[in-house]
């Protein structure tokens, strides 16, 4: 630290420097030029050399399904107008993303189907009325999947780009294809959140409870009287199982707390991060809720809370 | 006369190794020394680090680093003096890379973890060699663990290291306790090397421009605090920081790297006030404002010379015995330093340091990493 060195040490005298000096006195000063345009990380230099334990920016998913392929998957109410996707850091715990879907009846080749180069891996569930099916992606020995008709089959894969897919089977079936990613879903509003007679019930900011938090959530009465809810750039701490449930308290403060009031589950938080919309069931009415609280029931740990404010 | 005085007085028995027949001079550490009194004050903090107030860091990677520290001091040391000297500076060079150095990974109480053992050796070795290579006026210009951590949070980068929190913990005992040792300890090590005006010029200019920056509404964020740190806490958590104490008290106050003339000293303290607040002005993140704290003083160390110049008593500088050489024309001026290794590295230093620790401020996955929502676990 303070090298309050009283020694005087200095270098020996100079005189004429050998070669094997003057080139090792060169190299230093290149690795130190090096490393000033190293430390600065510009292009990124840095983090391709030493590597990222943060993630690197990627364009978010812009819906539960790429392109429009596929209807929304429930709880989405109404498939969502294209999103343009941004860049983000963010990461989500991985989710399911619908691919696309294909019928047929019996032996079949599908057109090529196309994972992203972001995808973890992806799958395909299969249902049949026949007796059995097989699924092979191309240029693979062992089928995806294969199995008989009692049962749904799901088979997995890592290959990324466009992938055939052959299907064995004697009679109906139908695919289900589907990438797991980890990017953040930022869908827009729902048409219905912006159409005439649609209210806004409440709107809070998360706080944090015994994770990480960030963003807002709205909730809308919408005009055939039921609502919806929209969380806006939204993140919790990853986990698995997670659940958006409705606390009659107005601020919990903390999982004890939030366990000592009857809460109810309005939707399960498959995605972490990222701008989405949720369905709020019939039977529960929002405006009987003080707050919405992100709970982990595997470890009975209440993530983040936002109070719910109606609107002035 | 004195030299003879010396040569003919009783010489006194001197420690000493034979080493295949050759006599080696053993030079102990003295009583008088101020090293051993920092070295006392760093090695308390240490503790207390360990103990109380939850720092991220192994005794295995302290040892280390004071045990790297020592080897290369003591080698240099030998080879050009034939003495076996105690290491003072290389022991606190090491100990002060440990004080500030974390590695991404640590945590306190894996006493001897070697996570990331690599940074810290590489750290240390480079804060040696800029003490021992780059000396353009024969005395070395950076404070070396200063420019060892500068470089290592730097080109290392927020993903594997991050400098010692400027917050040291809820533990109340442990901050107080941490804050009497550095104030009784500053006292102790300032005192001697007269060295009290530049912490109070550094110390108060800070305060006046982090508190112009806090009324102006600047924030910044940190891994240990929920949203960002604005107001009274944005002043108080950068300049009544225990870590920023310690910067002042013991880093800046080495005599080797700062101006000797007590105004010199003043005004050292000031630059580097206020180039570290014009620094952390544009960082959103306390990995960027320690940067900023640490990067100034490589800067304000290159212009010491220059400070000594401008700040040197008009008596040493005008005197009728002397005669005042005529400067030499900027060309020959700049052609002479160009073909100085030494100058050309502290010029790429003073350069990069800065111009690097900027460049944090638009880093957007270190804001990630200190608000805390990297999906994979934290580097810090």
Not at chain 1, 96 to 104: E, K, M, N, P, R
Not at chain 2, 93 to 99: E, P, Q, Y
Not at chain 2, 249 to 263: E, G, I, K, L, V
């Amino acid at each position: 630290m303070a090298a309050t060195d009283t020694s005087g040490a200095a270098l020996p005298p100079g005189g004429p420097q050998s070669p094997t000096r003057k080139s090792l006195t060169t190299l230093a000063l290149v690795a130190l030029a090096a490393s000033a345009v190293l430390g600065s990380n510009v292009f990124g230099l840095r983090a391709q050399l030493l590597g990222v334990d943060a993630p690197e920016a990627r364009p978010a998913a812009a819906g539960r399904t790429v392109g429009e392929q596929t209807p929304a998957p429930a709880p989405t109410p109404a498939a969502p107008a294209e999103a343009e996707a941004e860049e983000t850091l963010l990461r989500s715990q991985p989710w399911w993303q619908g691919l696309t879907t294909a019928q047929g009846e019996g032996p079949s080749a599908l057109d090529p189907v196309t994972v992203s180069g972001d995808a973890i891996q992806w799958r395909v569930n299969a249902t049949c009325e026949g007796s059995s099916i097989a699924v092979r992606a191309e240029g693979e020995a062992e089928p995806l999947l294969s199995g008989d008709c009692e049962s749904a089959a799901v088979g997995y894969g890592v290959q990324t780009g466009d992938v055939g897919l052959r299907v064995e089977s004697d009679g109906p079936w139908a695919l289900e294809i589907e990438q797991q990613i980890d990017l953040p879903l930022v869908e827009p509003p729902l048409p219905a959140m912006t159409a005439p007679g649609t209210t806004t019930a409440a709107t809070g900011e998360f706080y944090r409870l015994d994770q990480r938090e960030t963003g807002t959530v709205t909730i809308y009465q919408l005009a055939d009287g039921s609502h919806a809810l929209r969380l806006d750039e939204f993140f919790v701490t990853p986990n698995i199982d997670l659940a958006i449930h409705l606390s009659p308290l107005e601020a919990p403060q903390s999982t004890a707390e939030f366990m000592a009031s009857p809460s109810v589950y309005v939707a399960p938080l498959d995605v972490t991060a990222g701008s989405m919309n949720f369905t709020v069931p019939a039977d529960i009415d929002p405006a009987a809720y003080g707050s919405v609280v992100i709970w982990c029931p595997l470890i009975d740990s209440a993530y983040a809370a936002a109070s719910l404010v109606p609107p002035a | 006369m004195t030299s003879l005085a010396t040569t003919l007085a009783p010489t006194v028995a001197r420690p000493h190794l034979v080493v295949r027949g050759q006599d080696i001079p053993v030079i102990l550490p003295s009583k008088r020394d101020p090293r051993l009194r920092l070295s006392a004050v760093i090695m308390t903090l240490h503790v207390l680090g360990q103990t109380m107030l939850g720092f991220k860091v192994s005794i295995a990677q302290i040892l280390v680093c004071i045990g790297v520290g020592a080897l290369i001091d003591g080698t240099v040391t030998y080879r050009r003096q034939h003495v076996l000297a105690w290491p003072a500076s290389g022991i606190l060079t090491g100990s002060g890379v440990a004080f500030v150095l974390r590695a991404s990974g640590t945590d306190n109480g894996d006493w001897w973890s070697l996570n990331g053992i690599h940074f810290f050796v590489i750290a240390v070795v480079l804060a040696l060699l800029s003490k021992h290579l780059i000396r353009p006026g024969g005395r070395h210009l950076f404070n070396p663990s200063n420019v060892g951590l500068v470089w290592a949070l730097l080109v290392i980068g927020p993903n594997h290291v991050f400098p010692q929190y400027l917050w040291w913990g809820p533990n109340d005992l442990g901050v107080a306790l941490a804050y009497a040792v550095i104030l009784a300890g500053g006292f102790w090590v300032l005192r001697p090397v007269r060295m009290a005006p530049m912490a109070v010029s550094y110390l108060a200019t800070l305060a006046v421009l982090i508190g112009a920056f806090a009324a102006s509404g600047s924030t910044f964020i940190a891994i240990w605090h929920d949203g960002p740190i604005s107001g009274l806490s944005y002043w108080a958590n950068i300049a009544l920081s225990p870590e920023l104490l310690v910067f002042v008290f013991f880093m800046m106050s080495d005599p080797q790297t700062a101006p000797r003339s007590p105004r010199g000293r003043v005004v050292y303290g000031m630059a580097t006030a206020v180039l570290t607040a014009g620094l952390v002005y544009f960082q959103p993140t306390e990995f960027g404002i320690k940067l900023a704290i640490l990067s100034s003083l490589v800067v304000v160390c290159a212009a010491v010379p220059l400070i000594e110049q401008r700040t040197r008593p008009v008596a040493d500088v005008d005197t009728d015995d002397e005669v005042t050489p005529l400067p030499r024309p900027w060309p020959t001026r700049v052609a002479a330093a160009a073909a100085n290794p030494a100058i050309i590295a502290a010029a790429i230093i003073t350069l990069a340091a800065p111009l690097n620790t900027a460049a944090l401020a638009g880093n957007d996955q270190l804001i990630l990493i200190e608000r805390g929502l990297t999906a994979d676990g934290n580097p810090q």
